[in-house]
């Protein structure tokens, strides 16, 4: 999300340089960008091309990413479009205009269970821009705020790309897309530059490209679902394409030892109690987006443990899905995931 202060799922099986090839110049950039990390891994670049003159381009992406669809950003376009009463058609740019319709498709495609109006009710929950002590909302708060939730209550055209509300305060929230959204920009811009070889991460969302130092697939790492701990649970190699994992153990509330996720159930207007510790989409290069796959993540993760695999399934869907079951973790796959690397 591109937001959140904890939202790290994955780490990276692969270190750079540390058994790479001298006249290899490794190019590795990280820094901070949608309250989270972003990590930027080259090999094999072009001569000449360093580090520094990557950085700025890679800020200046993110930067644009944050100033289109971020709603921590007062001044971004979708805060704008929020803040916006307006019941006629709202003109959006052809970028936000992209993420939207990918976010309602993924809204259709779950029949509402991942929405991308459920901003007011993440707010409440206390897991959006405001600052909030941790605190279960009211039952009226949840009720009031249902009422301004349902993907149905908004239409998007392309032709000019344009937004209309049903009711002037509709609120959209696409954190659930924006580490995806900012990781294929990133990738854009890497591939503009005459990149090859490189890996992507904006906090649990990764996209990659050609091989690592060691000339093998990247390796992505999924950590096991544990507040406080990072285990490696399984390694996913990546050659081309993207990873996306999305969990309830980093960033969540606690009181009267419930844990409280900042995924919310649309539907009923909690937060989301089930067993699915973690949901990991890979989209292999031509089937998908690092943005689908961080949608579809998500959206597996709210589903839950019954709901999230029958979806992956009739969907074809390449899912893996890390179930609590007592203290021991379940793991779950698609058939779409098992036939990733079966030759
Ligand atoms: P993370 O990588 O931290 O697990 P996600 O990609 O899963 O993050 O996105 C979580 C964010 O998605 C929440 O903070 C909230 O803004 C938003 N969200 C929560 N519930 C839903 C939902 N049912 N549908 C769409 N977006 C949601
Ligand atoms: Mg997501």
Not at 33 to 46: D, F, L, Q
Not at 189 to 211: C, E, K, S
Not at 242 to 256: I, K, L, P
Not at 263 to 283: K, L, Y
């Amino acid at each position: 999300s591109p937001v959140l202060p904890l939202a790290a799922a994955v780490l990276f099986s692969t270190l750079l340089g540390a058994c790479g090839d001298r006249w290899d110049p490794d190019i590795e950039i990280t820094g901070p960008t949608m309250g989270t990390y972003y990590a930027v891994k080259v090999v094999r670049p072009p001569a000449g091309l360093g580090a520094e003159a990557l950085r700025p381009g890679i800020d200046g992406v993110l930067g644009e990413v944050n100033r289109e669809i971020s709603t921590y950003d007062p001044d971004s376009e979708l805060s704008r479009l929020n803040r916006d009463p307006s019941t006629d058609w709202i003109p959006v740019s052809p970028n936000l205009h992209g993420v939207l319709a990918e976010g309602l498709r993924i809204s259709a495609l779950t029949g509402g269970v991942f929405d991308i109006t459920v901003g007011p009710l993440v707010n409440l929950w206390g897991f959006g821009p405001e600052v909030t002590a941790d605190a279960i909302p009211r039952t009226e708060a949840i009720q009031s705020a249902l009422e301004r939730v349902g993907y149905r209550k908004i239409a998007l055209r392309a032709n000019p790309p344009a937004l209309r509300k049903e009711r002037g305060d509709i609120y959209i929230d696409l954190s659930a897309l924006g580490e995806g959204y900012g990781a294929d920009r990133l990738a854009a811009y890497l591939d503009f530059q005459g990149l090859t070889d490189y890996m992507v991460a904006v906090a649990g969302t990764i996209r990659a490209r050609g091989r690592n130092a060691k000339g093998q697939p990247w390796g992505i790492a999924v950590e096991a679902p544990r507040a406080g701990e990072r285990t490696v649970q399984r390694v996913i190699p990546l050659s081309d394409g993207a990873v996306s994992t999305s969990g309830d153990y980093r960033n969540f509330f606690e009181q009267a030892g419930r844990r409280y996720s900042h995924h919310i159930d649309p539907r009923t207007g909690e937060s989301v109690a089930n067993r699915v510790g973690s949901a990991t989409v890979v989209m292999p290069s031509g089937s998908g987006s690092a943005m689908t796959a961080d949608g579809l993540a998500t959206a597996l993760v709210v589903m839950g443990e019954e709901q999230g695999p029958k979806l992956a399934e009739s969907s074809g869907i390449a899912a893996y899905f890390i179930v609590r079951a007592g203290e021991a973790l379940r793991e779950l796959t698609s058939p779409a995931f098992a036939r990733l690397w079966v030759p």
